[in-house]
């Protein structure tokens, strides 16, 4: 009858473990998304950069 409490006890936490790692992986989906809206503007500038240093007359 001990066991059970016990055993009851585990799989509690165990849930609250997977709710929190479940939480994590949807972090981490937003660092990801970040990332990549990041490097799309750094390449956007270099681009940017690279046109206006190549035809500063336009600029």
């Known amino acids: 009858m001990k066991d ?3 055993q009851g006890s585990v ?3 165990q849930g609250s473990i997977n709710t929190a790692i479940g939480g ?3 972090a981490h989906d937003r660092e990801v998304i970040e ?3 990041a490097a799309v503007i750094g390449l956007a500038l ?3 950069l690279g046109f206006a240093l190549a ?3 336009r600029f």
Do not use: M, N
């Open 35 to 37: 990332d990549l809206v």
């Open 11 to 13: 799989k509690t936490r």
């Open 24 to 26: 994590l992986g949807r």
């Open 46 to 48: 270099i681009v940017y």
């Open 4 to 6: 059970a409490g016990r």
């Open 55 to 57: 035809h500063p007359e």
